[in-house]
């Protein structure tokens, strides 16, 4: 786990943090994460099927679409490239 140090923060800020954890029934140091945690982290986890699938939606791709690209697709992996 990773330490934080906050510095210079006024007694208005501290007193205003102390009252909003003791709303929530947590210390000032819980309440400090719970902030910081919701600041940083999204609300929804963007998931790469959903969004994938979104744009075939909005492209209004059928299964028959789907299934020609996969008939035109070359099997074969691809060759590395070569950097001499």
């Known amino acids: 786990m990773v330490a934080v140090t906050i510095r210079n923060l006024s007694e208005e800020a ?3 943090l102390k009252m909003r954890a003791a709303e929530h029934n947590r210390s000032a140091e819980a309440e400090m ?3 910081l945690e919701a600041a940083v982290r999204p609300a929804v986890r963007l998931r790469l099927g959903t969004a994938l699938s979104d744009i075939g939606r ?4 059928t299964n ?3 299934e020609a690209l ?5 099997p074969k992996p ?3 490239i070569g950097f001499e």
């Open 14 to 16: 501290h007193r205003a």
């Open 33 to 35: 994460r719970a902030i």
């Open 58 to 61: 909005k492209a209004e791709l």
């Open 64 to 66: 028959a679409d789907i």
């Open 70 to 74: 996969g008939q035109v697709r070359d």
């Open 78 to 80: 691809a060759e590395p």
